[in-house]
């Protein structure tokens, strides 16, 4: 018994220091922190981006106005023939045509207010379609400089700081100022900011609705 518990000692002790050894072979963590939303949000090419969206969905507003002009005409045929075929003064065939017309028209507005419909949600869905995948691609290009950055100030962690995680919980609760390298990537971005371009970020809205 009393050999048993020396053996077992000897292992836990083994274990320990086998344990300590390895750990003290691990290179000591260095960690850094970026805020990759706010260098998405101000990044030169997001600008530029925006305002090709805004551009593009005012374009679609113009046509979504034509399309809204014409069911509107539509809308006055109807009611101008729907009227002749309850006036009593009408004599009965004209009221007969009449009555065909309002209801051809009725489908006419019908197609024409699916049109419509149709056009606005593919027109919103394009535009957000386009936004998200520039999106994609901005992130990897700005995850890379900003590694890029952190493996030369001797990081081995670099942790994003910007919104919650899936529980709505921050992804970094505290940090040191000193571990923040967002103001270096940003400045290694603006390196190739074209002279001249857009200094603003104009908001991007595809108001649509009818």
């Known amino acids: 018994m009393k050999k048993s518990a020396q053996l077992l000692v000897a292992l836990v002790a083994l274990f320990v220091s086998s344990a300590a050894l390895h750990a003290q072979s691990l290179p000591a963590t260095k960690?850094?922190?970026?805020?990759?939303?706010?260098?998405l949000d101000e990044h030169y090419k997001t600008e530029e981006q925006k305002e090709k969206l805004q551009a593009d969905a005012e374009k679609a507003n113009e046509e979504a106005d034509k399309l809204l002009a014409d069911r509107n005409t539509l809308v006055e045929q109807y009611k101008e023939a729907l009227e002749q075929s309850n006036n009593p003064a009408t004599r009965a065939e004209a009221k007969d045509k009449a009555r065909e017309d309002a209801e051809a028209k009725l489908q006419e507005i019908q197609r024409k207010n699916n049109e419509l419909q149709s056009f606005e949600a593919n027109t919103r869905n394009l535009l957000q379609q386009r936004f998200q995948n520039f999106k994609t691609i901005m992130l990897e290009e700005i995850s890379k400089i900003a590694t890029d950055i952190a493996k030369r100030k001797g990081a081995t962690l670099l942790l994003d700081k910007s919104g919650p995680n899936l529980l709505g919980i921050a992804t970094v609760i505290y940090h040191d100022d000193a571990l923040d390298i967002t103001a270096e990537v940003e400045a290694e971005i603006n390196r190739g900011r074209p002279a001249g371009s857009a200094?603003?970020?104009?908001s991007v809205s595809v108001p649509l609705g009818r």
């Open 31 to 39: 960690v850094a922190v970026v805020d990759m939303m706010k260098l």
């Open 199 to 202: 200094a603003g970020t104009p």
